[in-house]
Each structure stands twice: as structure tokens, then as C-alpha cells.
DNA sequence: TGGTACATGTAACATGTTACATGATTAG
DNA sequence: CTAATCATGTAACATGTTACATGTACCA
């Protein structure tokens, strides 16, 4: 049909593969699922919910309650899906204003960096806590079902910590 | 003037306060001190420096060799740049494709998730590797500098020990 | 019966990517 | 003299964000 697949919409598709779901449920799934390493907007999954279904690789069922519309995954949206998948994964990009600002920030005033980076630590501690108690609630059968799922867990709980030693450190350096 | 600087053309003030520079020199500035954590294109600059221009917040002077245009920054630009630096820094975000494969490749065989981990990985140590030899190069007068630079290049030696380290664990799990 | 969470969507705009088009300078 | 690198830019498109507009169902 159209161009290939865009990761997000891929995504998309691949929360299909579940069960049909309405363009609210999937962005809550995303959020949830995949949202800290690929975020995505209500905007966009009505984008391309609407441009997959004109291309056929989903199919809207009958309109439910709160003009609820599920989307279901047609065989040409499976095929697109396994396209996607069978792509190499490329590199990740990372957008860190606040080393772009620290960059810049040399003349500024120690108190107002300070406070910024304790703000920033504390958003770390807190999702480092959340993927805790995630990995602390997961069933040893689940390692069974979906080790790369738990792997990904693995990679948010590596990440959360190496981020907070980087503050912890800076803060200690100078004072903070 | 217009609406506010965004990151990436702040940037570009940023590096204007050091000298004039033509675009093709603000690409290469920007991919070597910035492009870790803010990634930006040549077209993107060409066209920021234009807005700029039309905004006054950067001159063009006189046509050199090849057409070089390089741009100086004027006081009106040099306030947007102290007015983005007063802004406070938003969190980052982070895309990275081989998670979101990675949360569907389930049922992907074995070995081409092997090779797609193991390359990953190759190109983290080299990353890695550059900012070790960075590092190593510095002169202690740099510290006195730029305090801030060096945590900046730190963050970097901290995200790719901690994702090498991840890599290295998933694929010794699994026997890679 | 009123507030909260659910639900969908459009419009306008900002940002980022890719491909195309052109030509100058320099090193060998 | 010719290939590589430097240098600038446009066009077209893809993706991401923000604000606006509308209304429903559920629970207290």
C-alpha cells in the first residue's frame, strides 16, 4: 500500500495483535507499555489510525458506547507488522535539554543550577521507584512468557540508576 | 520578536558568542559538542540561521571563500540566548527503536536478535571508548573553565557504561 | 445534578528528515 | 586536471506538539 510503517504506527499495530482496541485504549497502552522510550500524542494515534485503516491494515468495528471505536488488525496490517519487525532496529536518540543548558550554563548562578538539578533528580527517583515496584510485582512465569519484555524493564532500572549516581555525584561535588 | 528560541537555534546563539559562524561551521560545532544529546541537521540550521537573520538576532557578513556566509550574533540575539537560558530545562526524551523492537521481538528467532544486540552493543563501546580517550585528554586549567562541560562529557562516560553494562549482562544471559 | 474521567477528533503549527540541485576549492 | 571535500541552499515530506471543539457516561 502506502510508504513502509513508521515505528509508532508499527507500535500501533503491534497492541492490535492483542485484541481491537479504540484509539484512547491504545494510547493509554502505549503510555504504559512503551512510553518511556517511545512517546507518542492522542493526536498522532488518530493520525495514523486513520491513515493504517485507509490503508487497510486495520478495520474500525461498530461504534460502542462514547462513540468508542474499535480498531481491529486486518491480515495486510499483520503483514505490514511483520515487515516492520523483520527492519533492523536503529539508534536511539536521545534530546537532553538539560545537558544542552548545562552546556551554556557556565555563568550562571550556582543556586538556580543547584535547584534545577535537584528538581531533575528527584523526577529520576521517583521513576526509578516505579520501575522498582514493577520489577519487585513481576510472577517468575512472566520471565517464562516474555523475557525481552523483562529485559526492557532491565534497561529502564540501568538507565533510572546510572542518571541518578550521575546527580547524586554532581550534587555531592559541589555541595548540593 | 517572533515567538520564543526553541533549543536547537538557542544552540546556534550559543556557539555564536565564541565568533561568527557560517552554517556549515555550526553543523560540525554542534555535532561535536552537543550532537550526544541534541541532534540537528543541516537543513534545520540553515533554516533557523534564516529566522534568525529575519528576526535580527544574527548578521550575515561579507560572502567569503565558496559562498561562506558567516553569521554574527547581535545584542538582540545575544538576549533571546540569556532569555532561553533563563527558561528551565525540560526533561528529555529518549527514542530508542531497539526497546520498542525489542517489546515485540518475543517471537523473533534467537540468533538475529544475537546480532542485532551484539552490534548494538559494538557501537556503544565505541562511543564509549571516545569519550574515555575525551576524558583522558582533558587539562586540569578545563575543570576551572567549564565545571559544567565536564559533567556534561561525565553524563556521557555514565549512559554508555551503564548501557554497555546492560547489553553485556542480556547477552551473557543468554549466552551471546 | 454536577463534576470527573472517558472519548474522539480537527487545525495550526513546529520540528525533523531526505532527496535534490549547484557549484567552489584544494590536494594529489 | 580530476576527485574529494567544502559549502549553501530548496523542496517535499514525515513526524511531533498544542490548542481548540464537542460531547458522553458514571459516580457521588
Redesign the interface.
Given at each position: 500500500m502506502p510508504r513502509p510503517l513508521n515505528?509508532t504506527a508499527?507500535?500501533l499495530l503491534?497492541f492490535l495483535h492483542d485484541q481491537p482496541m479504540s484509539g484512547w485504549d491504545l494510547v493509554r497502552t502505549a503510555e504504559e507499555?512503551?512510553g518511556?522510550?517511545?512517546?507518542l500524542t492522542r493526536s498522532q494515534v488518530y493520525r495514523e489510525l486513520a491513515a493504517m485503516a485507509e490503508a487497510g491494515f486495520i478495520e474500525a468495528g461498530e461504534t460502542g458506547p462514547r462513540d468508542r471505536r474499535p480498531y481491529a488488525l486486518t491480515d495486510a496490517g499483520r503483514e505490514a507488522f511483520a515487515e516492520w519487525?523483520a527492519q533492523?532496529?536503529?539508534?536511539?536518540?536521545?534530546?537532553?535539554?538539560?545537558?544542552?543548558?548545562?552546556?551554556?550554563?557556565?555563568q550562571?548562578p550556582e543556586e538556580r543550577?543547584h535547584r534545577?538539578l535537584r528538581?531533575?533528580r528527584a523526577?529520576h527517583a521517583t521513576r526509578l521507584a516505579g520501575y522498582e515496584a514493577a520489577q519487585a510485582s513481576i510472577l517468575p512465569e512472566a520471565f517464562e512468557?516474555?523475557?525481552?519484555?523483562l529485559?526492557?524493564l532491565?534497561?529502564g532500572l540501568?538507565?533510572e540508576?546510572?542518571?541518578l549516581?550521575?546527580f547524586n555525584?554532581?550534587l555531592e561535588a559541589?555541595a548540593g
Open positions: 515505528a508499527a507500535s503491534g507499555r512503551i518511556d522510550f517511545w512517546s519487525l533492523d532496529p536503529g539508534r536511539e536518540t536521545i534530546r537532553y535539554p538539560l545537558l544542552l543548558w548545562m552546556s551554556f550554563a557556565s550562571l543550577l534545577i528538581e531533575h523526577e512468557a516474555d523475557p525481552y519484555g529485559a526492557v532491565d534497561f540501568t538507565y540508576r546510572a542518571v549516581d550521575w555525584r554532581l559541589r
